[in-house]
């Protein structure tokens, strides 16, 4: 059988169709499936493998980016998550979701300090809709991010407003840093790899301002991911904005490896 995967949709989700796709170009069976069903039966989580929670505008963000979700999971499904998470299983958040779980306390542990981090509004003030460069930086062993093994860049777009990723203080960064948690950073397309981690990548190779660069977040397992950027929108080499302009084409986008590699962890 292969991997299940449930996508968590909310009020304003608008990704969740393009991530449910994604998951299933890789071969696995995704159901999209609205938090209200999660509350009613937090149990029902226990059929699948695999959480994600996809882009959008959850609720609006009315009153932020991703935190009624956050909270509705922190105060109603934290348990559930955490059990989720603690038997082996993978989690995800793209965009909003990547909001949501830093917001709910899933991603990162908290401590009496409050969170220790969040996301900003972008530091041009404004919503950025482009592509970006990202490269990954590699952990060893079991805490190895799963969802990015072998992958050493990738090219994908981001559309968000809140995106700056902000510690609470300089020890969390560093604590972080140390960690290897900061496995996806921003990077400049003409520079070689690792620069991103020596110094700060200006606009708009860094579209938000985030702190060391920070594109994405592992936790300590290696099995939960937030990113900002969009793997599920550049799955296929047609979505690349210069495709037609491509000599040669490769085989898919470079997303998709993202999906296949939470899959092949249950194979």
């Not at 029902?44 to 956050?70: E, T």
Request: neutral net charge; contains cysteine.
């Amino acid at each position: 059988m292969p991997p299940r995967v449930l996508i968590l949709r909310a009020p304003g989700t608008n990704c969740d169709e393009e991530t449910a796709f994604a998951f299933e170009r890789a071969g696995a069976v995704a159901e999209r499936v609205h938090v209200n069903r999660l509350l009613e039966s937090p149990r029902m989580v226990d059929d699948y493998q695999i959480l994600c929670i996809p882009g959008g505008f959850s609720y609006g963000d009315d009153v932020g980016a991703g935190r009624i979700l956050g909270n509705q999971i922190r105060h109603h499904l934290a348990d559930m998550i955490h059990s989720f998470r603690d038997a082996g299983k993978l989690i995800l958040g793209v965009c909003n979701g990547f909001q949501v779980l830093l917001k709910s306390g899933v991603l990162l542990e908290e401590n009496g300090n409050g969170p220790a981090a969040t996301l900003a509004w972008n530091a041009s003030g404004r919503f950025q809709d482009r592509w970006v460069e990202l490269g990954t930086t590699a952990r060893d062993g079991d805490r190895a991010c799963v969802f990015l093994a072998g992958i050493e860049r990738m090219y994908l777009p981001i559309a968000h407003a809140e995106g700056k990723f902000v510690t609470r203080d300089r020890a969390t960064l560093d604590r972080l840093n140390e960690n290897g948690q900061f496995v996806l950073r921003y990077r400049r397309a003409d520079a070689p790899l690792g620069e991103e981690l020596q110094s700060v990548v200006p606009f708009p190779a860094n579209p938000n301002g985030a702190e060391a660069n920070v594109a994405g977040v592992c936790d300590t397992t290696g099995r939960v991911l937030g990113l900002m950027p969009h793997p599920e929108r550049h799955i296929d080499p047609t979505h690349h904005p210069r495709w037609t302009r491509r000599t040669t084409q490769p085989e898919a986008g470079d997303g998709l490896k993202l999906f296949q590699n939470a899959l092949r962890y249950f194979l």
